[in-house]
């Protein structure tokens, strides 16, 4: 009779038993997903720019800047507050560069930092496993043979660190612009 009456408080307890051990489970399976960084931002961010001459205005050419995103997470992303700005050099006779770092400065400002805006939205989205490419597009001066782009956006609305990118880019002077090398024996 004891026999009988424990056996039965035991299948009485055991579906609370059964459901207990899937809600750790479940809780533990949440637990791995953050912790092994899977809904963290996984964005690769790089620049790209295209340069175009203008038959009809050869005082300018058409910088096509390209942002290219790549979300190598599980989770859709949202770009907010993507900036740019593009920078030449002052001289190229005379290049000047930073006393600690040494890193060349390129002085003469093209287009400010300036706040991309999205169409539509408050933010760029991009969803896993997707490479997504946004462009601006400027005139820049013939003569700039080289230019600098800095891009950056955030992660998160009103963010305090942003994810950035900076690129040197030539500007496929015209060959009749060009200082002759010098030839050697």
Known sequence: MFLASSLDAIKSWTPVASSLASVLALGAAGFWFIRTSKAKQRIQFDLDCKIYALIDNPDDKIAEIQFIFENKGFVEHRIYDLTVSL?????????????????????????????????????????????????????????????????????????????TARRVFPTGIAHSQQKPLPVSD
């Open 87 to 163: 920078h030449a050099l002052e001289s190229e006779q005379k290049l000047e560069g930073k006393s600690r770092t040494g890193e060349l400065i390129f002085k003469r400002r093209i287009l400010g930092k300036t706040k991309l805006e999205p169409p539509g939205e408050d933010y760029y989205f991009i969803r896993p496993g997707v490479r997504q490419i946004i462009t601006h597009i400027v005139p820049i001066n013939k003569c700039d043979s080289v230019i600098r782009v800095t891009a950056g956006f955030l992660y998160v609305e009103r963010g305090a660190h942003p994810h």
